[in-house]
């Protein structure tokens, strides 16, 4: 009896011992990573359901102010585009339909306007999708301005 008692926990020892490791493997955050809500503050707790991963922060000035510009991708792919004061304090999203919640290919800050960006978005997810690319201008953080340029 002894004999199969000690094999039963052998082997609950081994089921956990294989889903344990598997458990924290689940994308644990990294140290580097900022996460944002839905309405761009800044939150290191939320869970993964409810978080965007910020993978492009720029700062600029306009009108004698600071800001930071940021992008954040949703799990899905989207993209959340958000502006704020330094620190992320007064966060909000960028009104911009254009570019906001879609698939972002690349940001880029233009290079003739140095409060103005160029921002490749993708028409699709699948293979054979066209990139359209935008400026947007934030000389006026309340109102940002997005030009469509020739797709790419």
Do not use: H, W
Request: hydrophobic share 35%.
């Amino acid at each position: 009896m002894k004999n199969r008692s000690s094999i039963t926990i052998t082997i609950i020892t081994a089921i956990l011992a294989a889903s344990i490791p598997a458990v924290f493997a689940q994308r644990q955050p990294s140290a580097n990573e900022i996460y944002i809500d839905k309405d761009c503050r800044r939150n290191q707790q939320l869970p993964q359901l409810e978080r965007f991963t910020i993978f492009s922060r720029n700062e600029f000035t306009t009108n004698g102010q600071n800001y930071l510009f940021y992008a954040a991708r949703y799990q899905d792919g989207g993209v959340l585009f958000c502006t704020s004061k330094p620190n992320f304090n007064q966060p909000k999203p960028l009104t911009a339909k254009q570019i906001q919640s879609q698939f972002i290919d690349k940001i880029v800050r233009d290079p003739n306007n140095k409060t103005a960006f160029i921002i490749a978005v993708r028409n699709g997810n699948g293979p054979g999708a066209t990139t359209t690319n935008y400026r947007l201008d934030l000389s006026n953080v309340d109102r940002p301005k997005v030009t469509s340029l020739s797709p790419s």
